[in-house]
Structures are given as C-alpha cells and as structure tokens.
C-alpha cells in the first residue's frame, strides 16, 4: 500500500528511514483501573532529531507522515520490536517490572509471510519470551487489505498475540472479531473523544462493551482524554484504558514511577485536577445530543 502525503514518496523515505535507526521510542501505558494494575503498554515512536533526520534526506513532515499511515516497511517494524525488547529488559533489570509491550505493524510486515520469522529471531537475540510481544493490526489494514486476515493468522500460529487496533476508525468488520481468535480488540480514539459529545457515541459504547464481554474479549478503549471519559468507561465495563488523561508516552524509566504512583492512588481519583470544565457524564445518561 502507498500513500501520498503532500506530494512524498513515503516509499524511498520508509526505506531510508529504516536503514538509519535515529529515533527514540516511548512506551504508553494501558492501565486496569479497577484492580490498580499497569497492564502492558504501546510502543510509540517517538522523537526524531531534526539535524539527523536531514542526514539521511527526511523531513519532519515526511516522518510525521510515515508515522501517522504506519508506511514504514518491515525493517523499521522489526527496530521498534527491538528497541522495545531493550526497553522491557532494562525495566525487568532495572526496576523488578515484567510488561507486556504492543507494536504497532504496517501493511508490508502484515502481509510479508517472512515477518513472523524474522520477529521471532529478534526475540532470541534479546533472550526474550513471545508472551511479552503483542502485535497491533490495525482494522482499516484488515479491511482494505484482501490478505491481511492470512497475515495475522500466520502471527497467530507463529505464537504470536494479535490486538486488533483502531476499530470502528474505518469500514468496520465485525467479521473479523468471529473469523479472528484474538483477544483484545482496542478502540479508536475517536469513539472516546465522542463519548463527551454525543448520547448515541454513550449507547453504542455500552452495547460495544457487553459484545465483547459476550465474546470472551478484552475491550481496550484507546483517546481517554479526560476524568468523564474515564469514569463513563469504568461504569460500563470497559476494563483496559489508555490515553493522556492517565499519561501520555513515556520514556522507559518513567513507566516505574507511572507504575508506582497509580497503584498507590486511588484510581478514581488519579488525577483530580484534570477534571475542572470537562462536562458529567453517566453510564446511564440518556440526554439528547448537544
């Protein structure tokens, strides 16, 4: 799959980018509220260098783009898994934590039937066991994508856990949480952002969270900005929660601090001072849209 950002050829710049390796990454927390637990946490790449990345002929705007579409070929996939590998050592060495981290992976290392084996040699080389790994497929992937599904079953049955990300961002395929054995299903932020505007956003949330726990399936809701969102998602059973309400990205050595602050808080109210000028909500509101 291309795309085309303002006229860049986020081929050539994927591939250049890959072949530099000058990016830091960050780690955002997916917390359970409800039994005061970091439960793993998103690989996200993080900041890039101006001056290094004109080194190797990239503009920001060109690695914001690459970032935003996932354009950026398997090599750079299997960088992330790497520097996320390093990140989880230096946490179980440093700090006594075991977490679980997710990578988010792009079409080309979906439907590249040597990405599995190459994951897996990444893992050996860092000593590392496959159940801290969860790769992220995103749904607008699955749906454009006629060979994706094949894709993550070879994830799949190469040990691999699979979290089905970004759904309901775009032609959603309820399909694919019966045809797919994943677990976890994460939400767009862009369902969360609409629970403070909308009482059908709030219904269909509710009816989206008992469908999962119907199915047996953990239920991630992704964009929890704000203390209503937080509290709306809690009362409805929506279990596993990330977004900048609860942190933003971290960098590695700030996630055990993140994870000692919040399992010794209460976590209803983890962050009082946020909640000033946001609007109530209530798991059972049923006030017309505004």
């Not at 980018?17 to 996200?44: C, H, M, T, W, Y």
């Not at 309820?174 to 609409?194: C, M, N, Q, W």
């Not at 409805?236 to 993140?258: M, N, S, W």
Request: proline share 3%; with cysteine; glycine share 8%.
């Amino acid at each position: 799959m291309k795309y085309d950002c303002a006229g860049i050829n986020v081929t050539e710049s994927a591939a250049r980018l890959a072949n530099s390796g000058d990016f830091e990454l960050q780690l955002q927390p997916v917390i359970k509220p409800d039994e005061r637990r970091l439960i793993s946490a998103e690989a996200i790449v993080g900041s890039f260098d101006p001056e290094r990345l004109q080194e190797h002929g990239i503009t920001v705007d060109e690695m914001a783009c690459l970032v935003k579409h996932r354009a950026l070929g398997r090599d750079f996939d299997l960088q992330v898994l790497d520097k996320a590998l390093a990140a989880v050592q230096r946490l179980k060495r440093n700090h006594g934590i075991e977490l679980p981290v997710s990578i988010n992976l792009g079409v080309d290392s979906v439907l590249n039937p040597d990405f599995p084996g190459r994951a897996w040699r990444t893992l050996e080389r860092a000593g590392i066991e496959s159940h801290f790994v969860q790769f992220e497929v995103s749904e607008i992937t699955l749906s454009s994508e006629a060979d994706a599904k094949a894709g993550v079953f070879r994830l799949l049955d190469s040990g691999f856990a699979v979290i089905i990300d970004e759904f309901i961002a775009g032609d959603s395929d309820f399909g694919a949480l019966v045809s797919l054995p994943v677990r976890t299903i994460k939400i767009d932020p862009s369902v969360s952002y609409e629970l403070t505007r909308f009482e059908t956003a709030r219904r269909f949330m509710r009816a989206l969270s008992m469908l999962a726990q119907s199915m047996g399936k953990q239920l991630v809701a992704d964009g929890v900005d704000n203390y209503q969102q937080f509290m709306f998602l809690q009362a409805i059973g929506c279990g596993y929660l990330q977004g900048r309400y609860l942190t933003a990205p971290l960098e590695t050595h700030k996630v055990a601090d993140f994870a000692r602050r919040f399992m010794l808080s209460n976590a209803s109210d983890r962050f009082a001072e946020n909640r000033t000028g946001v609007r109530g909500l209530n798991a059972g509101d049923d006030r017309r849209e505004k």
